[in-house]
């Protein structure tokens, strides 16, 4: 009779060890108090639909992810959700802990959403206050927020403190984020990826409250983008098995920018601008300087070495039109224009044999076209952003095994041409490393974002070496090539989760990092392991930039 009695006890009570409502939200909200409870749900409702249009199916998706069954409403008929949610993973989803309160009856879960300003356009979500609460209890959860962006990811939240046994986690959450820039780069010039493949990525941006996805849409390899005024550039599009050219349309482009947008998700493209473009040789042989140069000297001997004749009119009237037609189909103020790993020796600044080049041979190149690039970015109301060469002296050579090597090699010499507030994104840190934020925050710059190749570059892998770190260095096969376990990336969760970039920086230069984002170049990366090289170490990134 006892053992009887202590083993009911035991299977009301403590059949599942008690797990705090911390334990179901990422990233980690600014504050939360668990109120140790738990309720089950039976329907849901929004009487005076005070969350229509909120994304309240990142909710029910959720539930239905978890449990295997539609979550009805009951105060209306509504249309079964179609959003393709990314659901939390099994170990983050626990059975709610019977040690927890709860309810003896399901409930009807009721919503109630009240924010003070909605977002009208995609244009206005750079700077969109992202704060909210979220008081969650036994009849249902109260939403309040400056913005419906902030709404949407207190729906976000919601949707993670769902157990896998139908109930909802209790607590009452304040949250906002410690960096308004939080993204993720997808590269689709080395590899095409269709838009359902985008939209999906998005989805889990938005689970993960990352806000930026970054479109590295075309470089050297293809120009995936189906641009009427020149036709030409077909012949430069990847093709299906079928024949028909892998491409995004104008009607595709502003298909992801809206579908982003109604996430919270701001969508920035990137021009690779004045290098990585041996594409538009497909236009006219007059728009790439050293076209089929041979032998290649620089980098890697790479399409990128390709660039186009910066100084000319011929160059800035293309990028007039591209920034001015294709700009447009993009809604954010920003516009990124590449401007990384431009090499000298296309320009015939300096001789393929030179190592030791001359400081300054960019003068005469860069800083004309910098001007010339600022007009036509002002003309289409476009903010500057690009890679961090732009905003640093002493830019480094590359070929780092001749017995010249000179790392402080080409200046682009455009520091005092571009303006302060330009969105400067950082990953060249192989020679600087940390040194390399405070060089930048000491040339004026206040808008830095970071994608350290050595922390966030998420292709790096056994076929992508040379962003490897010491720690990272495995064992190694007959060939002598690094082994590559199974299900194995380097630069893991715990890598990309505890880099920093404010980590040891001066109170100055800390001032100036606005966020991050990972970066994922796809010379490896194709559709069938796209979702595994960005998730779940987008979530662990999320947190780094969030909490």
């Known amino acids: 009779m006892q053992l009887t009695v202590v083993l009911a006890a035991a299977t009301l009570a403590t059949a599942v060890a008690a797990r705090p409502a911390a334990h179901y939200v990422w990233p980690a909200p600014s504050s939360l108090k668990d109120k140790e409870a738990t309720v089950s749900i039976k329907s849901w409702s929004d009487a005076d639909a005070s969350c229509s249009g909120l994304n309240v199916d990142a909710f029910l998706n959720s539930y239905k992810a978890k449990t295997g069954k539609d ?5 209306i008929v509504a249309p079964s959700p179609t959003q393709v949610y990314v659901p939390n993973p099994a170990s983050c989803s626990p059975v709610a802990p019977k040690a927890k309160r709860s309810t003896d009856a399901p409930v009807d879960f009721k919503l109630s959403c009240a924010f003070k300003t909605k977002v009208a356009k995609a244009f206005d979500l750079d700077g969109v206050d992202e704060s909210y609460s979220l008081e969650v209890s036994e009849t249902g959860a109260v939403i309040t927020a400056a913005t419906d962006v902030g709404a949407k990811y207190a729906l976000q939240t919601l949707s993670q403190l769902i157990t896998k046994d139908g109930n909802v986690v209790l607590a009452s959450i304040h949250d906002s984020p410690a960096y308004p820039y939080r993204g993720v780069m997808l590269d689709t010039s080395r590899n095409f990826f269709t838009v359902s493949d ?22 050297s390899q293809s120009f995936p983008i189906k641009w009427d005024t020149y036709p030409q550039l077909d012949s430069v599009k990847f093709k299906n ?16 920018v809206a579908y982003a947008f109604a996430r919270g998700v701001r969508v920035i493209p990137e021009f690779e601008l004045p290098s990585h473009n041996a594409v538009f040789a497909a236009i006219d042989s007059k728009l790439v300087s050293a ?16 660039a186009m004749p910066a100084n000319t009119s011929v160059a800035v009237d293309l990028v007039d039109k591209l920034v001015g037609e294709v700009g447009s189909w993009f809604e954010d103020p920003y516009l990124h224009v590449g401007h990384d790993e431009i090499s000298p020796r296309v320009y015939g600044a300096v001789k393929d044999t030179d190592d030791h080049p001359n400081h300054r041979a960019f003068d005469q190149i860069l800083p004309a076209f910098e001007k010339r690039l600022l007009v036509v970015l002002a003309k289409y109301n476009k903010k500057f952003a690009a890679w961090d060469e732009v905003a640093w002296d002493n830019v480094p050579s590359y070929n780092t095994s001749h017995p010249k090597y000179d790392a402080n ?4 010499n ?9 969105m400067i994104a950082v990953w060249d840190q192989f020679f600087l490393n940390e040194d390399l934020y405070e060089r930048i925050a000491d040339a004026g710059f206040t808008n830095v974002v970071s994608s350290h190749n050595n922390y966030w570059y998420f292709d790096c892998s056994s076929s992508v070496k040379w962003c490897l770190q010491d720690f990272e260095k495995g064992d190694r096969d007959a060939s002598g090539e690094y082994v590559m376990y199974p299900n194995h990336t380097w630069h ?8 920093d970039p404010r980590a040891g920086l001066s109170k100055k230069a800390a001032a100036t990092i606005q966020g991050g984002f990972a970066s994922l170049w796809s010379e490896t990366i194709k559709r069938h392991n796209l979702d595994r090289f960005i998730f779940p170490r987008a979530g662990a990134l999320a947190e780094r930039l969030w909490s």
């Open 71 to 75: 979550l009805p409403r009951s105060d």
């Open 198 to 219: 985008i939209k999906r990525t998005i989805d889990g941006l938005a689970a993960s409250k990352l806000n930026v996805f970054h479109w590295h849409i075309y470089d």
């Open 241 to 256: 098995a079928d024949g028909s050219l892998k491409q995004y349309t104008k009607e595709d482009i502003q298909d992801v």
């Open 291 to 306: 076209l089929n140069h041979s032998p290649w000297d620089c980098t890697s001997g790479f399409p990128y070495c390709n």
């Open 409 to 412: 090699a080409v200046s682009y």
């Open 414 to 422: 455009t520091m005092d041409i571009i303006p302060k507030d330009s």
């Open 492 to 499: 893991n969760w715990t890598t990309v989760y505890n880099y």
